[in-house]
């Protein structure tokens, strides 16, 4: 699927490295949004990559958190 906009295509990158990160570090799925975020390194040159404003990349990292981190989480905890 083909991102349609500039945040989606944002969305899709952080799932994408938080993935990635999750596979080589089983710690991540325990992790609070603070350490996400701070793991994903939301800086000014991410925030100039997508050329959207702070909050809209912090509502991006939220989606890709709670897709990859809380995802995970429900689902070892569904028998």
Do not use: C, H
């Amino acid at each position: 699927m083909k991102p349609r906009t500039v945040y989606e295509k944002a969305v899709q990158d952080l799932t994408e490295a938080a993935q990635q990160m999750a596979r080589l570090d089983q710690n991540l799925w325990k992790v609070s949004f603070q350490e996400f975020k701070m793991l994903m390194g939301l800086d000014d040159a991410t925030l100039k990559r997508y050329g959207m404003p702070k909050v809209m990349v912090k509502r991006a990292l939220i989606e890709a958190y709670e897709s990859v981190v809380l995802g995970q989480q429900q689902s070892r905890d569904q028998p």
